[in-house]
C-alpha cells in the first residue's frame, strides 16, 4: 500500500529555522528533505553553539555546517575587507569542492567564498583576499603561509569550522592547525565535522571548543524490526564513470523491475532522462511528481509496462511494490537508516533481492556502517567489463543451443547440414551456425550502443503458434534451475491449457520467457500467480518487448 503524501520539500529546511532565501535555494537545487546529520546540527549551530559532528563524506555533513554559516553572515552582518568564516579542509580537492558548496548555497545571499591552497600561485590568492572576501575555505598549509606573509587577516573570524579533521591530523596538520586557531578571536563560534572521533581530536574539542554539542549519525546502530534478506553489493567508482557502470549492472542483473535511487529531484530527473536515451523503460518518481502521476507510474510498473523506476527517497516512501527484483544506490544514501529503508523495497515476501550501490571512493566509509546496521555483508565487486558482458552473452547462445540439442526433433535441418558436410568441416559449419544464432540473438551487440535491460526473447526452435502471440516473463530461471518442461508442465497444469499451445521458451539466468497465443495470456497471468514453480511463488507477468507499446 501506498501511503500516499504531498511531498513539500520547503517544509524539512524551514522547520529548522533556515531562512526562505536559502530555503528556496536548496528547492531549486533538488533538496527534498534535509539529511539526519543536517536535522540535527543545523538548529543548534544557528543558535550559535559549538559542535561536534561525526559524520562520513556521504551524508550531507558539508551542508550542515555551511548552511548555519550562511545565515549568521547574512544576519548578524559581514566584515569589510576581511573574512568572518574560516573553513579548514585536508585536501585541495576538498578545498575546492567545499568551496563551490558554499558558494551554490550562499548564491541568494550574495555571500562570497574563496579557495585558498598549495600549488596554486600567491598572488593571485593574495589579490582575491585583499579584495574582501566573507568566506575562506583553506588547506591548514597555505593558510599558515599566508598568516606568515600577513596577507590573510583572521581578526574578524566569527565563525571556524573544521571539515575531516581527523584527516587532517592524520596528514600531520595539528601543529598548522593550533597556529591558525590561536588566530582567530577566542569568541568564535566552532565547529568540528570528523569520520571518526581519536583521543587527539578530543583534546583539542576541550581546547578549543566551549560546552559543545556532540552528534554522531552512527548512533542509529541496530536495526529495529527484521532486516530484509537481500544481497548487497557495492561497485567502487568515480562519479563520472555511475552511469556507465550502471547500465552494465543492469544488464548482468537483468531484472524485469528497479527501483534506482538519487538524491535530488534533478538528479532523478536528469538520469531518467538518460535512460530513456538508452533505450530503457525508466519513469521519475520525486517530491516534484503529481499524485495522479505517481499514481500511474506505480501502475505501469507492477504491470511491466516499465522497467525503472528511479526515485528520491522522500517519493518512495510507503511504495510497496511485489515484483522489485532490484534496488541501485546510484547515489550512496546518507545515513544507515535510509540504506536499510532503500534495499528493503526489494526482498520481499522471503524472497531473495538484489540491492547495489556505487559509491564514490570518499564515499567508502559509509557502507562499513550500512553493513553494521543491516548485520549483513556489502560485497565489493568489480565492474563488469565489456568482456565479461559479452562471454555471458556468448553463454546464454550457447545454453540456448543445448536446449534445442535436449528438445531433439532436429531432422528436418540435417540435409542442410550433411550438405555443408559434404564442402567443409563439420566443426566449421557449427561454429558458423553458433555464429549466425547469436547474431539472431543479438549477442554481438555492444551494450554501450544498446542498452537494453533484458534480452528481446528468441525463438529456440521449440514450435511456432498460429494467430497472434504474446510473451509472459517468468521471475525464475536457470539460477534456479528452472528447465523448459518445468514450464510447460505449470502452464499446462495451471491454466489448463494444452501443451502445443505452449509456444517457444527462453531460459535466462534469472528469469525466463514463454510465448503463448495472446488470448489466453491473461489466463495464464491469473492462473500462474497463484501457484508455484518448483515450490516457490514466482514473479508472472505479460513481458513487453522494449520499443513495443503494448
Ligand atoms: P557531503 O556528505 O557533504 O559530501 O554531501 C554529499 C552529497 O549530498 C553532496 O553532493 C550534496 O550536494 C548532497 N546533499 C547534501 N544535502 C542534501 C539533501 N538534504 N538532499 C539531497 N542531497 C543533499
Known sequence: MEQEQAVNSKDGFTKLGLNPKLVATLTQMGYEEPTPIQREAIPPLLEG???????????GKTAA???????????????????SALILVPTRELAMQ?????????????TTVIPIYGGQPFGQQQRMLARGVDVVVATPGRAVDHLRRKTMDLSGI???ALDEADEMLDMGFAEDLETILSETPADRQTVFFSATLPPRIAGMVKRHLKNPLRIEIAKERGAKGTVPKVRQTAYIIPRRQKLDVLGRVLDLENPASALIFCRTRIEVDDLTERLGARGYRAEALHGGITQDQRTRVIKRLRAGDIDLVVATDVAARGLDIEQLELVVNYDVPVSPDSYLHRIGRVGRAGREGVAITLADPRESRLLKLFERH???????????????LRARRLELTRLAIEEVIVEGGLDHFRVAVESLAQEHDLMEVALAAVKLAHSARGG?????????????????????????????YVGAGRVAGIRPQDLVGAITGEAGIRGDQVGSIEIADRFSIVE?????IDNVVNAMRKS???????????FVEKGRSS
Open 49 to 59: 553553539r559549538d559542535l561536534i559532528g561525526q559524520a562520513a563524506t556521504g551524508t
Open 374 to 388: 543491516t548485520k549483513g555483508k556489502i560485497e565489493i565487486a568489480q565492474v563488469p567489463t565489456v568482456a565479461d
Open 158 to 160: 566569527t565563525m571556524l
Open 65 to 83: 555546517f555551511a548552511l548555519p554559516m550562511l545565515q549568521r553572515l547574512a544576519t548578524n552582518g559581514k566584515h569589510r575587507g576581511r573574512p
Open 516 to 520: 503463448l497465443p495472446e488470448p489466453m
Open 98 to 110: 567545499v568551496a563551490e558548496a558554499m558558494h551554490n548555497y550562499g548564491q541568494a545571499l550574495k
Open 444 to 472: 554481438d551487440k555492444e551494450q554501450e550502443e544498446e542498452g537494453e535491460a533484458a534480452p528481446a526473447p528468441r525463438d529456440d526452435g521449440r514450435r511456432g503458434l498460429e494467430g497472434p502471440i504474446a510473451r509472459i
Open 532 to 542: 508455484l514453480i518448483k515450490g516457490k511463488k514466482v514473479v508472472i507477468r505479460r
